[in-house]
Structures are given as structure tokens and as C-alpha cells.
T-cell receptor, first 114, second 111 residues
């Protein structure tokens, strides 16, 4: 019940395309859903995050769609660029007081071809 | 200052060595974390410090010993590691109950 399932494992799109990465969770106590972007040899960078009180959040070219009833959320990257080529991790957590234990998905390796 | 810094960037050590990893943040965050990440895998939580006290230890072997000397600094002391401990070690910090911000990591190789 603590798992977050992420798909696809890898994804190739052409420049300007809209890659979509999906995540699903079981634990209804989760109330915070971030996405991280990681380049090779670097630490994960927080990209965008959503809480269950909204169904969509946009920050620049990145959009999270959230479906509370289906317990699913997804990341859309508009007008994708070769510089977006990276590994993307979804995550989930429930507010645990002073700390925030993130449960990560397995990751999606995105390649954007020029 | 809005970042988490980690030193060293790279570390090579033998199985009998003792070394330490260092993490620092000056964002006033009261929770700090150590993660281990193997290639092509998500980060794996090791330890959590909240208000300078160890609050979560994810059953990590005793050859890894965390320390939080103050609210800005987090250390990970390493002793008698195994080759399978080679990985990217990530530090993160967060305000209470909020987003986690990761450092660039230390690439550790155990020979």
C-alpha cells in the first residue's frame, strides 16, 4: 500500500511533443505529490508538486493532472525540448508532522530527440 | 542561500577506511535526510533528522552512522563499507512537513 507505480519506464519523443508520465498510488493518506527531474550525476530537482484539493497545476511548460478518485496523477511536458531529456520521478507522502517521508516511483527515462 | 551543498563530490575508499560525507543548508529547514541512490533506481531513504534529532532510521547497517551537529549541518560517517555500498549519496532538507530539496550528491566508490 506504500508503493507508487510509475509508467512508462522509458519514453522517446520528438522535440515539441508532449510526453506524459503516469503514476498511481494506493494509500489514501497520501496528500502531497511532487515530481522530480534528475540529470545524470546530479541530485533530483523538485519540478512541480500538487495536493489533492486541486485537479491540475501548471508551472511553465510542466503540468500535473490529478485524479483523486482514480488515485492517479500524471506529468505533462508541453513543447518538450532536448534539454528536458532526464529521468523523472514521481513521489507521494502523507503529512507526518515534522518530517515528510517520500515514497518514490521507479522513474521514467525521457529522451527528447531534436 | 537557497541550496543544499554536499562535500566531497566524489569519494573513493577502501573497505577498511573511515570517511565522512558532509551536507549543509542555510535555508532554516528543520528536517534533513540522507538517501542512497543506485544507478537507474529511485533514491532510497536512509535517515531522517527532525529538529536535530534522529527520527527515522530505515534499518541501515551500522557501518553508516549519521550525525547532526546543528540545524544546518548533517554528516554521514562511513566505516568498513562493502563494494555494494558504492552509490550516489544524496542529502535533502525540508521545512517542517513540506517539499524536500536535494543536494548534488556524493558519488561514493568502495574498492
Amino acid at each position: 500500500q506504500q508503493q507508487v507505480k510509475q509508467s512508462p519506464q522509458s519514453l522517446i519523443v520528438q522535440k515539441g511533443g508532449i510526453p506524459i508520465i503516469n503514476c498511481a498510488y494506493e494509500n489514501t493518506a497520501f496528500d502531497y505529490f511532487p515530481w522530480y527531474q534528475q540529470f545524470p550525476g546530479k541530485g533530483p530537482a523538485l519540478l512541480i508538486a500538487i495536493r489533492p484539493d486541486v485537479s491540475e497545476k501548471k508551472e511553465g511548460r510542466f503540468t500535473i493532472s490529478f485524479n483523486k478518485s482514480a488515485k492517479q496523477f500524471s506529468l505533462h511536458i508541453m513543447d518538450s525540448q532536448p534539454g528536458d531529456s532526464a529521468t523523472y520521478f514521481c513521489a507521494a507522502s502523507g503529512y507526518g508532522g515534522a518530517t515528510n517521508k517520500l515514497i518514490f516511483g521507479t522513474g521514467t527515462l525521457l529522451a527528447v530527440q531534436p | 542561500d537557497t541550496e543544499v551543498t554536499q562535500t566531497p563530490k566524489h569519494l573513493v575508499m577502501g573497505m577498511t577506511n573511515k570517511k565522512s560525507l558532509k551536507c549543509e543548508q542555510h535555508m532554516g529547514h528543520r528536517a534533513m535526510y540522507w538517501y542512497k541512490q543506485k544507478a537507474k533506481k529511485p533514491p532510497e531513504l536512509m535517515f531522517v533528522y527532525s529538529y536535530e534529532k534522529l527520527s527515522i532510521n530505515e534499518s541501515v547497517p551500522s557501518r553508516f552512522s549519521p550525525e547532526c551537529p546543528n540545524s544546518s549541518l548533517l554528516n554521514l560517517h562511513l566505516h568498513a563499507l562493502q563494494p555494494e555500498d558504492s552509490a550516489l549519496y544524496l542529502c535533502a532538507s525540508s521545512p517542517v512537513g513540506d517539499e524536500q530539496f536535494f543536494g548534488p550528491g556524493t558519488r561514493l566508490t568502495v574498492l
